[in-house]
């Protein structure tokens, strides 16, 4: 009998961010820093006017493009925030997520054999999404003396012929790494100069520090190259509501919404309405959460200073990517044993990359007790591990 699965899927390796979470999951009294998941609840005007939604009926399919009222308010906030014009009815999609607006963003563009230049570390998804649409994923490791930005000279290693697709994951998961203007520009440059097209993943772009966030977008000559990939998840606190955006170049939207008209329909229409108000009337709650996740963001860093673990200074998202290269093991076997000895859940950095080896995500999307107390148990653990090294 002949097997029923595809060999490709088959060859695609399971998330490594689960892993630990659902070990620590079962295990008592463990704390998880694992999870990129907001712990504020929805605002609750958006809360609200989902119900409200509910309650008028409003439960039919949308449009596949996504309620006109929301493409419209989606490219009003994108004016606002990145500086960048789109017409909410022919370069704007509402996804079931920006994980889905990935997925079919690189179906639509990609022919086989095609190459795709994946910075990393990064998000999981974008190495499996590429293999699913038959393109060639090229990974392009970034380095920590470098905070972890892309630049030029990385491009010119990977660059060939073939490379139709550049990812720009910033704000970055899991490094929280950002791109400056100055950053972007020679990189757009290079974009240009080699005719290649960008997938611009912004989802934690409400999610800057020190800095306002830029779009590649924005640059003279990228708003045709470039898909601005966005959502409400992490910004908005609205994870489980599954809603996401994309907007780009007309003739690639248009295939976008062809292929999601096919496979999803439609997001979810309670989402959409819930999405709308935060739009309109919730950047105040953002922005609240923003500071929120800065405090804790200095605090990791502070304490990361006085227990002498070496992480540059992350701008964006809500992650730090500490080194763990002096205790001489493996990313994999670290996040091992601190799970195991101090019942603290991370990440490790290979999960994003084989050029994550040395490092940790440590999610600040939590309490300001929990990160006290789970930093109280690394510094245990790193104690422990230092003391050994000292006794050889």
């Known amino acids: 009998m002949r097997s029923p699965l595809s060999k490709k899927i088959i060859d695609i390796q399971p998330s490594g961010i689960r892993k630990f979470f659902d070990v620590a999951n079962e295990m008592k009294d463990a704390i998880s820093l694992g999870v990129g998941e907001p712990d504020f609840d929805t605002p609750w005007r958006i809360r609200d006017e989902g119900i409200f939604s509910l309650e008028k009926g409003r439960t039919f399919y949308t449009s596949n493009a996504g309620l006109k009222e929301l493409r419209q308010e989606i490219c009003r906030y994108l004016e606002r925030k990145i500086h960048v014009s789109y017409n909410p009815m022919k370069e704007t999609l509402v996804t079931v997520g920006g994980s889905e607006a990935i997925d079919v963003g690189l179906r639509c563009m990609l022919d086989p054999g095609d190459e795709v230049l994946i910075p990393q570390p990064s998000y999981v998804s974008y190495l499996p999404c590429t293999v699913m649409a038959d393109g060639v994923p090229v ?27 550049l990812i720009m994951p910033f704000p970055n998961n899991p490094t929280g790494s950002i791109m400056t203007r100055d950053d972007l520009e020679p990189v757009a440059d290079f974009v240009k100069e080699h005719d290649l097209y960008v997938i611009s993943d912004e989802i934690y772009s409400e999610l800057t520090y020190q800095t306002e966030h830029v779009s590649i977008a924005s640059l003279p000559g990228m708003r045709e190259r470039t898909v601005v990939i966005n959502g409400f998840s992490k910004g908005f606190a609205m994870t489980g509501w599954r809603l996401g955006y994309c907007c780009g170049p007309e003739e690639i939207i248009e295939q976008m919404t062809k292929l999601h008209q ?34 804790r963001r200095r605090f990791l860093m502070h304490e990361f200073r006085r227990m002498g673990l070496e992480c540059f200074e992350p701008f964006g998202a809500f992650y730090v990517f500490p080194s763990i290269k002096e205790f001489g093991m493996s990313s994999e076997e670290f996040a091992t044993r601190l799970l195991q000895e101090e019942k603290v859940a991370v990440v490790p950095g290979t999960a994003f990359g084989e050029c994550g080896e040395g490092f940790l995500r440590i999610s600040y999307a939590y309490s300001l007790d929990d990160l006290k107390e789970a930093l109280g148990r690394v510094e245990r653990f790193i104690t422990r591990l230092r003391e050994k090294t000292g006794d050889k």
């Open 139 to 165: 990974a392009v490791p970034l380095k920590n003396e470098n905070e972890f930005k892309l630049t030029v000279e990385d491009l010119e290693k990977y660059t060939t012929p073939k490379t139709k697709i």
């Open 262 to 295: 096919f496979a999803i329909m439609c997001a979810p229409t309670t989402s959409q309405y819930a999405a709308v108000e935060g739009l309109k009337n919730c950047e105040d709650e953002v922005e609240e959460m923003r500071r929120s996740y800065n405090q």
